[in-house]
């Protein structure tokens, strides 16, 4: 597994995959083509076909400035590697053609590069890649999932947790505040200021209306193009936050705590990464809310004072009840279902950990299981479910108002 800075990225909204990994990609292409006077991206499958709506482009042309980029949409062609696949060229100052190269964006903002036909192999820094070996391997030294992360990584590994923690909280600071419209042609209003502090009691409902003002922030701050942590993307980033900033206010847990438990956390989005997918154009939504309300649930646990098995339970009953999610986002747009399914993952992930707690943290499904059913999962969904919007939610509402305009 690669260490969790290429975990949690930190870049621009709206969408890790499709604005964070073809940023950076555009950005080593361009330091690789120095004599190039323009170039061309052509863009292939997920990317062509929702990436209007997710920025791609400007995500792109951000990374070229101030040379000129033309996008190209290949709305019709999928690469065999990865839905989301980009091809540049560098062009010289006659318009010929100096070089070439594809990159993949494959989630959470991460890229491989072809080169010379050659996929460029990941840097493993972790000894053990499944729940069941790190779960012996913390039970024979008595060590829990946090530990796990320092060893692998190093002390320095806390300095780069707290620049993640602390873009969150600004995120939330930020986005609890804001109102008005999101950029786009949906018209969608701004809702966490409005849920934020709002009276809301009910025998039946243990948590307050804060957990989903600070849910929907960072994906209404990731929406507008803002800087956000990808956690495991930008689609989803809402969820850890939300969760923790509401965790913290509600027990005032020290800093130091959150950052163990994102430590705790982050174990479970690197598993996720390592064998199966946090990409929604390769396994649908299930790959990002999904991830990241297991990774949530994780981080609740451990707070709480649950145990390995207990805490690796929470992140699987986190992830069992999102197999088969789809994506469909409306108008390609990451916005709806995206920013509410951000509300719902925390508020699932704090029943998750409730659950495992009450349990002795045994169960039959392990979360090596998950990861192998929901990548197995991913690939039965035809690809109308997996970020390309021509399927569910975003066809019926287009059909919708199409016909209400008619
Ligand atoms: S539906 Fe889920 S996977 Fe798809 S863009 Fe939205 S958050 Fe990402």
């Excluded at 800087?227 to 847990?253: D, F, H, R, W």
Aim: some cysteine; aromatic content about 10%.
């Amino acid at each position: 597994m690669e260490s969790i800075r290429k975990l949690f990225n930190i870049g621009m909204g709206p969408s890790s995959s499709h604005t964070i990994g073809p940023n950076r990609a555009a950005k080593i292409f361009k330091k690789n083509s120095p004599t190039a006077h323009r170039f061309v991206a052509h863009l292939y499958g997920s990317l062509a076909l929702t990436g209007k709506g997710h920025l791609t482009d400007k995500a792109i042309k951000l990374a070229f400035e101030p040379l000129k980029v033309k996008i190209v949409w290949h709305k019709n062609k999928f690469l065999k590697f990865h839905p989301n696949a980009m091809q540049f060229e560098a062009l010289d100052k006659n318009g010929k053609l100096i070089r070439h190269n594809t990159f993949y964006s494959v989630g959470g903002g991460k890229i491989i590069h072809e080169k010379n036909n050659k996929k460029i192999e990941i840097e493993s820094i972790y000894k053990y890649t499944t729940v069941k070996k790190i779960l012996r391997h913390l039970n024979k030294h008595d060590k829990t999932f946090w530990q796990f992360v320092e060893d692998s990584e190093g002390e320095e590994i806390w300095i780069f947790l707290k620049q993640v923690w602390k873009i969150m909280k600004q995120n939330i600071k930020d986005g609890i505040h804001k109102e008005g419209y999101l950029p786009g042609g949906l018209k969608l209003a701004r809702k966490a200021k409005t849920y934020y502090k709002k009276n809301f009691k009910h025998k039946a409902i243990k948590y307050n209306s804060n957990l989903f003002a600070y849910a929907l922030s960072c994906p209404e701050e990731s929406a507008s193009g803002s800087i956000v942590v990808a956690a495991p993307t930008c689609g989803s980033c809402g969820v850890i936050p939300g969760v923790l900033y509401y965790m913290k206010e509600q027990n005032k847990y020290s800093d130091d705590e959150i950052l163990k438990a994102l430590a705790t956390a982050s174990v479970f989005g690197n598993l996720a990464k390592t064998n199966a997918s946090i990409s929604g154009a390769e396994v649908g939504c299930q790959g990002e809310i999904g991830v990241a309300c297991a990774m949530a649930a994780a981080a609740a646990c451990y707070l709480e004072g649950g145990n390995i098995y207990q805490i690796e339970y929470a992140a699987e009953i986190g992830l069992e009840h999102h197999l088969g999610l789809t994506c469909d986002p409306i108008g390609g747009l990451v916005q709806i279902p995206c920013i509410e399914r951000n509300a719902m993952g925390a508020s699932r992930a704090l029943d998750a950990a409730a659950y495992a707690l009450i349990s002795d943290g045994h169960q039959k499904v392990s979360y090596d299981d998950i990861l192998e059913t929901m990548e197995i999962t991913g690939h039965d969904l035809s690809k109308e479910y997996r970020e390309t919007a021509l399927g569910g939610l975003a066809k019926y509402m287009k059909n919708r108002i199409n016909k209400e305009e008619n």
